[in-house]
């Protein structure tokens, strides 16, 4: 499905946007878990978009002056050679397409050429060590490339952040990249139709995850693309609750938020099921929950601002729900994120919507004290005139 071509032609078409420069985008570093053991390997999006490639440690250079690329690896000791297998150049290229190799401690020579020949120096600027809101440390890698291209260039105010470039190129999903992201939606339906079927089978949150984990990989996914959310009744209130590990209740909601990863990409969907019989009260949530969506979909198109939408369906949310005697002053989350390598992917957020961005749409209701929280979201792509829902298939019954 992803070729060497798909990332030489993304390599090439960031090197269009920034002439007479030299890109240096650094992979993840690989991260301690437990004493001599890290954790499984998670690629940044960014730097595999651009190669295809899972090495940790490695940077990509791009020379836009004569379009060459570079990948620079880590030196791989004996024991890494012997217990991680060693690297091939050969495996490299065929998956990149790049043929040029080196030691990431020739950095400086490239940035010292490219320093005589006036290029430009490009990195991604790195997030804060600690990144708030979230409450966790950013992984190294950024950080430590921008502490040595400062050590290096000349003037180092002067290196360029090109994440809104790449940003965008993300944003916007190539032929190749939808067909991944409807396949992981394709897989994401049937295993939650299998799953619903047999829903009075599971006394546990638990147990569905795990059917799920199982109907996933059972369908050649890569699993779950998040940590999946499977909350009955009040846990469902929490918006990223996931230790889904409480009993199924009767009488209670039961919230999923699941999605399989196909090639890397992600799909991102959110039903709300009955576990016994729905009350009027649920019903009626359920349905106002349904009618916000449809006001949501209904706004998405070609050159409307995410953060008017946003401010236009919290309007309507806050009407919605009133009539039902709920009060909203500040909606906890957004309605809509791009979705792609990453689930909540990059993009531009505020500049105008362009086609081809892949989005959520996933209004939801949070009522701690009812012991009720429902969620639903569809994915979808933007077209010439409004949007096509990749997972109409899903049905949204309670
Ligand atoms: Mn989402």
Redesign the pocket.
Known sequence: MFNSNFFKNNRERLAALLPNSLICIPAHVSLQESADLPYKFRQDSNFWYLTGLNAPDAILIIDTSKNSSTLLLPEQNEYQKEWDGAQSHADFKKISGIGTYGAVSELSNFVKEAEKKNLAICHLAPLPERVEPYGFYANPARKMLEAKLRELVSSPDEIIDVRKELGRLRQVKQNVEIQAIQRAIDITADTLEEVKAKLGDFNNEKEVENAITAGFFSRNSQGHAYEPIIAGGKNASIIHYNSNSEALIGDELLLL?V?AKVNGYAA???RTWTIGKPTQRQQDLYKAVLELQDFAMNQLKPGIKLRDYQEKTENEAKRIFKKLGVNIDRYPHGF??F?GLD??DAGLYDEPLVENSVL?V?PGIYLPDEGIGIRI?DNVVITKNGIKNLSESIPKLL
């Open positions: 938020d999605g991102d969907i959110s809509s994120h979705l689930v909540h959520t996933e979201e």
